[in-house]
């Protein structure tokens, strides 16, 4: 109903301003136009009063028929209740933040089994470095009592066979004296008993 009274009022208009300019024409027909500037001034205001008391009636129609029209004009769709698509996204969102926490709390704990764990192997690389430490000197002390006692072997050993062989000279020159009777001197230049000459 509202197009069709739209396109009566858009009839009327076409109506009014053919009135007008008939008006104008007859005006002019008439000789009610004269060439002078300040008569052409009355006679456009002589027509305008004439044009408007022609409207004066349509244009009481036309707006009693536009208000009319009003009436019938479709009415915009209301729109629709969103309170249930805020509510299913709030929990949506609430239900996101809910596993974005939970995800950092467990990334949290992992991070945090993770260091415990590096601690932990800190720590016994650290007892394995203090016991491999401590038997490395153990070890170094081990060859070093070891070595001693091979040269304080040796150290005796040479001593030992000095004194054998010591002894066996001696027991030659021993001989050596009693057999011709005189003694002998050694490389010291004392015989075997240095207090007798």
Same mark, same amino acid.
């Given at each position: 109903?509202?197009?069709?009274?739209?396109?009566?009022?858009?009839?009327?208009?076409?109506?009014?301003?053919?009135?007008?300019?008939? #008006?104008?024409? %007859?005006?002019? +027909? *008439?000789? =009610?136009?004269?060439? @002078?500037?300040? &008569?052409?001034? /009355?006679?456009?205001?002589?027509?305008?009063?004439?044009?408007?008391?022609?409207?004066?009636?349509?244009?009481?129609?036309?707006?009693?028929?536009?208000?009319?029209?009003?009436?019938?004009?479709?009415?915009?769709?209301?729109?629709?209740?969103?309170?249930?698509?805020?509510?299913?996204?709030?929990?949506?969102?609430?239900?996101?933040?809910?596993?974005?926490?939970?995800?950092?709390?467990? #990334?949290?704990? %992992?991070?945090? +089994? *993770?260091? =415990?764990?590096?601690? @932990?192997?800190? &720590?016994?690389? /650290?007892?394995?470095?203090?016991?491999?430490?401590?038997?490395?000197?153990?070890?170094?002390?081990?060859?070093?009592?070891?070595?001693?006692?091979?040269?304080?072997?040796?150290?005796?050993?040479?001593?030992?066979?000095?004194?054998?062989?010591?002894?066996?000279?001696?027991?030659?020159?021993?001989?050596?004296?009693?057999?011709?009777?005189?003694?002998?001197?050694?490389?010291?230049?004392?015989?075997?008993?240095?207090?007798?000459?």
């Amino acid at each position: 109903m509202f197009p069709m009274a739209t396109h009566l009022r858009d009839h009327l208009l076409n109506y009014y301003l053919s009135e007008a300019h008939e #008006a104008v024409d %007859q005006a002019q +027909q *008439q000789n =009610l136009i004269p060439e @002078q500037a300040a &008569e052409q001034t /009355k006679v456009i205001l002589q027509v305008q009063q004439f044009i408007e008391q022609q409207l004066g009636t349509f244009g009481q129609e036309l707006a009693a028929i536009d208000q009319a029209a009003q009436q019938f004009r479709p009415q915009p769709a209301m729109p629709p209740d969103s309170s249930m698509q805020i509510a299913q996204l709030n929990a949506q969102m609430q239900g996101q933040a809910l596993q974005q926490r939970a995800q950092m709390d467990q #990334a949290r704990t %992992q991070l945090e +089994q *993770q260091k =415990l764990q590096f601690q @932990q192997q800190n &720590e016994a690389v /650290k007892i394995t470095d203090r016991q491999q430490e401590r038997a490395e000197k153990l070890q170094a002390e081990q060859f070093r009592q070891m070595a001693e006692s091979q040269r304080t072997a040796a150290q005796l050993a040479a001593r030992e066979r000095m004194n054998t062989a010591d002894n066996d000279t001696a027991k030659l020159l021993a001989a050596a004296e009693m057999a011709t009777g005189e003694k002998v001197a050694v490389s010291t230049g004392t015989g075997i008993n240095p207090g007798t000459r």
